[in-house]
């Protein structure tokens, strides 16, 4: 083939590139992406024609039309299809394309050629592809024809109806695979299940009796590669009657009209790749067929034939009956399957509404309701279940400590979902010091600022019976002074204990999970607005409603949350003495919500009635620090006090951690105040130092939280230097003025500014 022959997309949805180069050798580190559905050769039990439909032209025909149609393929090419297959077998093929309908429900054509001669049979299978194209398949009609195609369903009535009374799963299996042998006569027929990953399982088998079995045993997901599946979504029965068979390559190599290699994917003739060959020969397997079982258009697992006496090739009629069968099965197993989902999910459902129910009931924690009657282990179960909500860390029944639990925790959110899962958490996380009897598995809800809720699953130990050893997949075989890939060669039983290893969670108890965490985040939404509305409340209640007018002065404040509403612990304050001295400050408590809110108008009031009783700024740091430390204890806060003498413009003033105001000059600069820094409000034993300088005339003190300078990935320092620069450009600016002017979305946090100013 030429190297344009790769534009052919494959079916799969593959790029070209993505395929090896044709004619490039084909082994087990590559065979993945070979381009198996342009083989560009056929099985010979049949001669394969590709012909123009307009005007039935052959434009391709396989090599051996001369030895099974005795006809050269020069003297086919380009010529009318009469030519392969005479004129009154080439007029009923174009009977059967122009009619309507589906074409596959018309085959085959039964048809008598004649072969130097003699009068053979032949059954004519034909398929359309786009573009035009059709193929037609000429394959010989060995034996008897015990059935057309249209009398499938007669053939294989006795079936079905044993289908349809079966009541289990494995049931359905095996009468599937006792009536495929009897159709079929293969020596081997196994009905074969894929798990989410491809791995396969054998799961009914009906055989000789001088066979070992196969069943129970599990074969990995690399014997089938993905593009190979994506076929059989595609043409749903597979036939090789010959392992040993010798390709007949198509004639020309490709479409004389479109320049490309003809696509196999329909052709029933169509040849396998010689890795997939000598992974049957391996298995001392002489003829195969696969029928496809598909849910939903997916493909979930396959009925396999094996014949080992010779090559076999059941007929037409067989094989369609055998397909009808396969069709059946799926349909019936899709019933099953999704009528047991259903179960699973109603009873999923009861629960559910009942957590979900109680969650609106904004009295009890969320962590309580998680964790009452019913709770999570009756929505999923599982061995245990840790719940960290609203501030409140619950268990029930067996779970790993609180360090291995963080753990967990940090690794779902890396895995950067809502929902996540592993059976085996040894794999995810080699270092996690667990007992694996207690927990191998778990299951995570991660819910907004860090909150969880997590299932737990303990080791189940199992045993898994594989046809060979699945990790030996490259065993290098010597053929002369090369050394090459081969597919395994021993298929002996070879069995494998898991450990380390939970249940699986299957798919109704994630959805389970997404489903509750849908209603978590609804109610803590909803019991978070209702916080921060009292929050809000209260920390609006505590800034003062207005701010002194003073002669000679001027003051001016300003405040606003974060974005997003949430409550910080920032405040001001601003009142005048009874000896007429002013009272400047702000103050910021670490936190928001609630609890922040709280601390903060402990912090407030407090310190207000220190000053207001004449202590000076750094007394009163001293005093309010005594309080924290024992009656607010977690209390973390930074603060900037200054008393001002508004007739001299003295200032004496303190700072617990907060960061210094800036004092501004009337030519334009705007230097940080001469203010000694000590550390924050809630370390035993502080001592705050005091500060004094001057305001005069034409200066301003500036002080501010750090909301107004702090951006996200930016150092402080840097939002402090553009604060010296926009105070530098407008010295009489007022403190919304200058909230204005560093206004950004690039922090999370208050913003309060004080300015006082000395005209």
Request: proline fraction near 6%.
């Amino acid at each position: 083939m030429g190297a344009r022959a790769l534009s052919v997309a494959d079916p799969n949805g593959a790029a070209p590139e993505d395929f090896v180069p044709v004619g490039m050798p084909v082994d087990l580190d590559n065979c993945a992406r070979e381009p198996i559905h342009i083989p560009g050769s056929v099985q010979p039990r049949g001669v394969l024609a590709v012909v123009r439909e307009s005007d039935f032209e052959v434009r391709q025909v396989s090599a051996n039309a001369a030895e099974l149609l005795g006809r050269a393929v020069d003297d086919v090419v380009g010529r009318h299809l009469s030519s392969l297959i005479g004129t009154d077998q080439a007029a009923r093929v174009e009977r059967a394309a122009s009619a309507s309908g589906d074409l596959h429900q018309r085959n085959p054509i039964e048809s008598v050629i004649d072969v130097a001669g003699d009068k053979l049979a032949f059954d004519v299978i034909l398929h359309r592809e786009l573009g035009g194209v059709l193929l037609v398949e000429i394959e010989t009609a060995y034996g008897e024809r015990p059935f057309a195609f249209p009398n499938t369903y007669q053939a294989v009535r006795g079936s079905v109806d044993e289908l349809n009374r079966a009541a289990t799963l494995t049931e359905l299996y095996d009468a599937t695979a006792r009536a495929v042998r009897e159709l079929t006569g293969f020596d081997r027929v196994m009905v074969y299940r894929y798990d989410e990953d491809y791995n396969g399982e054998v799961v009914a088998e009906a055989k000789l009796d001088e066979l070992n079995s196969f069943l129970g045993l599990h074969y990995p997901s690399t014997d089938i590669p993905s593009q190979a599946r994506a076929l059989y979504e595609k043409n749903w029965l597979r036939l090789i009657d010959d392992v040993g068979y010798t390709p007949a390559p198509l004639v020309p190599t490709v479409d004389p009209d479109r320049g490309v290699p003809t696509d196999l994917t329909h052709a029933t003739l169509r040849s396998v790749s010689p890795i997939h060959i000598e992974y049957l020969q391996n298995m001392g397997v002489q003829a195969s067929m696969s029928i496809s079982l598909l849910r939903h258009g997916r493909l979930w697992g396959l009925i396999a034939c094996h014949h080992y006496a010779g090559p076999h090739l059941p007929p037409f009629g067989s094989r369609a009956a055998a397909e009808f069968l396969g069709s059946t099965l799926s349909l019936r197993l899709v019933d099953q399957f999704e009528d047991e989902q259903l179960h699973r999910r109603l009873a999923a459902q009861a629960v559910l509404g009942k957590l979900t129910s109680a969650t609106l009931d904004d009295g009890e924690s969320l962590s309580e309701v998680l964790l009452g009657a019913p709770n999570l282990l009756d929505l999923v179960p599982a061995d245990g279940a840790v719940v960290n909500i609203g501030g409140e860390y619950r268990m029930l029944g067996s779970v790993p400590s609180p360090h291995a639990v963080a753990d967990v925790v940090a690794w779902a959110l890396d895995a950067g979902d809502n929902i996540a899962s592993s059976e085996s958490l040894s794999r995810e996380l080699p270092d996690l010091d667990v007992d694996s009897a207690v927990t191998s598995g778990a299951l995570v809800i991660n819910l907004p600022d860090g909150q969880y809720a997590i299932w737990f699953r303990g080791e189940v130990v199992r045993s898994v019976d594989w046809g060979g050893d699945p990790h030996n997949k490259a065993i290098a075989v010597g053929e002369g002074d090369d050394v090459r890939l081969s597919p395994r060669k021993s298929f002996d039983r070879w069995r494998e204990i898991v450990k380390r290893c939970c249940e699986p969670w299957q798919t109704t108890e994630v959805d389970s999970a997404e489903s509750l965490r849908r209603h978590l985040v609804e109610a803590l939404y909803r019991r978070t607005r209702g916080a921060l509305r009292v929050a809000e409340t209260l920390q609006r209640s505590l800034l003062p409603t207005s701010i002194p007018t003073l002669e000679g002065w001027q003051l001016s404040a300003h405040y606003e949350p974060a974005v997003g509403g949430r409550v910080g612990g920032d405040w001001y304050d601003a009142f005048e003495l009874r000896d007429g001295r002013l009272i400047v400050l702000i103050g910021d408590v670490a936190g928001h919500g609630m609890a922040a809110a709280g601390t903060m108008a402990q912090v407030r009031n407090t310190l207000r009635a220190y000053l207001f009783t004449g202590a000076a700024p750094a007394e009163a740091l001293n005093l309010l620090n005594e309080f924290c430390v024992h009656m607010v204890p977690r209390a973390f806060v930074t603060v900037i006090v200054a008393r001002v003498d508004l007739d001299t413009g003295d200032v004496e003033a303190a700072c617990a951690g907060h960061l210094i105001p800036f004092l501004t000059h009337r030519d334009g600069v705007a230097d940080p105040a001469p203010v000694l820094l000590s550390p924050p409000i809630g370390a035993v034993g502080m001592t705050y130092e005091p500060s004094a300088f001057t305001i005069e005339a034409g200066q301003g003190l500036v002080m501010f939280s750090d909301g107004l300078v702090e951006r996200r990935n930016e150092p402080i320092d840097d939002g402090i230097a553009r604060l010296a620069e926009t105070l530098s450009r407008a010295i009489e600016s007022t403190a919304t003025d200058i909230a204005t002017a560093m206004a950004t979305a690039e922090t999370d946090d208050d913003v309060t500014i004080v300015t006082l100013r000395r005209p």
